[in-house]
């Protein structure tokens, strides 16, 4: 998808009509457009974001006001809409989203390249086609809220990394033939007429028959979890905006930061003892039983018994050359070529041997583990004790800052400590429960694994109907090859995202840190040159978002430096930025704007006067194609008020203007 225009009718402070044509494709593809705070930047980054998904990001206020209050107050049938003209695989369409009552609204999408033509009767499944939804916020993104992007890894974020890199189809292939794979063992479970292939089908199927569901769920307390945390992000926000309740509010980020951390060591311990005692139960438990044999092992050593007086070798070496160790002949025949034979049943062997020294060094770990074992656990309980410490020492402190905001005498901060608790609450509520449904689909998962290899071991004991058979082996050949595809693919994209990653991060960072992805879970960590874990809140973990998103779109739309033949076509979309300096050190913020233009295929940024520092004016202007400034109107006298400007290109913007004939938000052309 490629923006072309958008216009806005009446949408929330533009009143009328709002035009702005993007700038096209090619060395000048950024659009940039300049206002101040509340002059309408955000308003505009949610008009394009709501026009194609009907949703808004998560820091918007007062959503349910879409209609321009002059608008509404000067017309009674005011139109409230959003166009927004787009290219997609070289065809032109129109989609307008109407506003039809309070939190409504219609959508219509309209193909162009033969004129006018008749609107899709499924609007929003077409635009989800383009920008599936839950990608949209990859493309259209609030900047100020890059701190709350998580990079750690969760169910959700995997799922949305893999959708912007075309991994989705595929998956959906492997459900498919999945699904063909069980249907086929089934057959065969009632061609074979064997109770225990009926057994293990069944249970497949029930867990089959569930597990969707389950999945379902999993994602969408997620994604309510995801909209929780950042309506308790919004209103923390709003908190630290506010002088009395600012110190009070940071002490808690905090504290929060402290627990988390708490709880993610706690967490970790919790699960080295459960894999310590898994490991060392056994030994712990035969240590008793293995002293008695241990000192027969040792009595049989001392007495010369083990291993025997004689080996192999050396009775077959005196047969071979008829001599004896002594001196004397042992004569084919002989009574003495006897006896030396008899000596052959309890003769050592090497590999009586090796099973004698593998025995004795067994018996060493179990006394070892034994001798440890209690103060190497008594050691992880103690660090558990710790950690349960301080958190209950961190939650002490969290309330005694609750009711120092709860007594502060304003109405403001009172309120929203009341709705950040509420909402904290709910995300709480939220979390336990995603905990315990995520924790069935694992189960459920790893029970299903278990039982289809149970299914396959059983089916080639049975030996019977070979022609389902032959068609299993089919479906199965075809889903390993493609599956064994969509890994070295999925390998070979992270592998470039990270190189991509730490190839900006050694052209932009002053510090020698590199970036990592988990393979497994998608993590992305930054590391310093000791490889230690930076963090993501600091300075340099923001680069680290703002580099990882423009990592992703670009690798997306293929402007990597190396390429990827995709199984499926990734997610291409312009790149849609509100506020995208705000939450940098000034000493990185030329970087990444150069960063951003030149990872991009079409980028569209919202900046005030105060982000276009002469770092990001020297780094973009090569690359604007087409300019625009929001200019806010005031009714009323300006009074003592200021009039704010921004120079440009010796050129002069006014930033607001007063005397109006009404309160609105203005886009022109610069």
Known sequence: ??????????????????????????????????????????????AIFWCLTGEFTPRLSNVEMLLNKAARDEYKEAECFVEVTFKHEDKQYLARRTVTGRNLSSLEVIPLDDGVGKPFTSPQQFLEKIIPKGLSRWFFFDAEAIGELELSGSTQFRQELRKVLGFELVDRLLEDLDRCLSKKQSSLAKTVNSKELDAIQEAREKIEHILPAQCDKAKALEQQLGIADARVSKLEGELRNLPKSKPLQDSRSRLEARRKNCVTNKKELQDRIARYVGDSAPAVLIASMAAPFQDQLHLKENSGRLPAPFSEQLVEDILRDATCVCGRPVDHGSCEEAKIKSLMRSASTTAFNQRVRAIQYLLKDIEATRETYGTSLADLQRRVETNDTEIAEIDDQLKEIKRQLELIDEDSIQTLER????????????????????????????????LKLQYENTAKKLGHGDAVKKQIDKIKRLTDYIAGTLKKQELRALNLLQIELNRILTNYLTKHYSARINPRTYEVELLDAQGRDVGRSTGEGQVLKFAFITAVVALAGRKTQEKIEFLAEPTVAPLVLDAPFSALDPEYQGSVAENLANQSTQLVLLISS????????????????????IVSRQQGPRGNKPVKTMRINDRVLTLNEYDAERDESVILEF
């Open 610 to 629: 105060a982000a276009w520092g002469d770092a990001v004016a020297a780094a973009l202007e090569r690359h604007v194609g087409k300019r625009y400034v």
């Open 419 to 450: 709705e950040r608790s509420a909402a904290a609450t709910d995300a709480r509520q939220l979390s336990q429960q995603f905990a315990v449904i995520n924790d069935q689909v694992t189960k459920n998962e790893a029970r299903l694994r278990d």
């Open 1 to 46: 998808m490629f923006l072309q225009r958008v216009l806005l009718r009446n949408f929330r402070g533009f009143y009328g009509d709002q035009t702005i044509d993007f700038a096209p494709l090619g060395a000048n593809s950024v659009t940039v457009i300049h206002g101040e705070n509340g002059a309408g930047k955000t308003n505009l980054l949610n």
